[in-house]
DNA sequence: CAGGAGGTTAGACACAGTCTATTTATTAGG
DNA sequence: CCTAATAAATAGACTGTGTCTAACCTCCTG
């Protein structure tokens, strides 16, 4: 398991393992990201980020959260047309999402198994299997 | 299975059939969704649709899908952050998804079987389960 | 013919995300 | 240290998808 990402230097540790120059702004973002452990979206990761202090503008927010996801330090998850998650898990799991109030939930994926998966076309390889649970609350219909 | 989706004719008696009132608009956009087995964004469809003749504006091209999606006519497919997908195939079925080309591919899912699903969260039940197959070209490496 | 419901429309708007040109930090070399 | 070069951050303009509003059109019914 990972070491603790509740101290900033832990945080450091973890960008430079992944090949990320830790600046401010970097550190930052990515303590929001994994001190919760939450599903947050750009816009909540650019309000978090300025409440606290200082300020970063949200061209850095988009750039470094692009840069998190090529070096694989976060994930992306899609599931609302309007808005991208992002997610500071990225062993392999999936998710259930509840579309009354946008809520992101991690399914463990160790128990959950998918079988008989058609031959890729051609010269076509495997990136990543989104799994995703569309939920809602039961007393509404429709 | 369906009756052919090539003439208006039939178009005008699935709209009937799902309680959609008939207009020309509605018909023209069902019918670039049906004829041609594809999934199309809102934007190719508004193009589709006005290129042949007459005019149909963006307002009702977006009205029309979501009253179509309501009526579960046609389905959306939620892959790429910057637009949604239309399908016309409402059978349970999941994609391929190029993340190069962004081309959609349909997969049975006749043969494919997910098991070990976690218990739903208290009072929640599943609308629909996605599974999306990201796939790339495999010469390109990340 | 009057009135109303449903449908369509143009254009303004909202908002996520990108781009550009400039400024500021950081690093490496002398 | 000082300087040059590179990397990163910034404000603000911009793009593109999708929504909203208010006017208008069409058809049906009394």
């Known amino acids: 398991m990972n070491t603790e990402m509740h101290t900033r230097n832990a945080i450091v540790d973890r960008l430079r393992e992944y090949g990320i120059n830790p600046t401010h ?3 930052e973002i990515a303590y929001t990201l994994f001190s919760r452990q939450e599903h947050l979206s750009a816009d909540q990761i650019l309000a978090a980020v300025n409440t606290r202090h200082s300020e970063t503008s949200k061209a850095t927010v988009y750039n470094t959260l692009n840069l998190f996801v090529k070096k694989k330090l976060i994930r992306e998850v899609i599931v609302d ?11 392999i799991h999936h998710h259930f999402y509840n579309v009354e109030s946008g809520q992101l939930m991690d399914i463990d ?29 039961q007393h509404l219909n429709s």
């Open 25 to 27: 702004q970097r550190i």
């Open 81 to 91: 047309p309007s808005k991208v998650f992002y997610d500071p898990n990225v062993h």
């Open 109 to 137: 994926s160790a128990a959950l198994e998918l079988t008989g998966l058609p031959t890729l076309p051609e010269g076509l390889a495997i990136e990543r299997i989104d799994v995703i649970v569309r939920v809602y609350p």
